[in-house]
């Protein structure tokens, strides 16, 4: 089976951003309230950036800059990818994967509509998996060579 992005992965979701003038502490403060990894960096409505645990660790934490007094886009990934919602799961899993990152807003008619998560994409892939193992034991068990090595 070949999912698509929208709506097999992603659908209907409540999505979180802030302002690129925002502050970093104000954006950990929202990641861990709604427990998540990742949030747009959004400015008059259009994507700028988008702000990760790994742009906090490395570039706030690691510079040991104060989360209070530093804005979004001091750290953040600043126009990052974009994938659309008909795209497949194993091109946003292959693009992550060439991108270094594990999130990828998705975009339709210029507007962001969501956001993919590389744990989103393992539990699609495994469902998918899952599916093709049982469809092996249906048809081995129904075609009369169950039990056969």
Known sequence: MSRHIVPDVVDKQDLSSLGPGDTVLAASKLMTSRRIGALLILDDGKLVGILSERDIAGR??????????????????ANPETIGPKASVMDALQRMQEGGFRHLPVEENGKIIGMVSIRDIYAAVREDLEEAVLEREAFISGSGMAGLP
């Open 60 to 77: 706030l934490v690691a510079e040991e800059l104060p989360a209070a007094g530093t804005k979004i886009s001091q750290i953040m990934t």
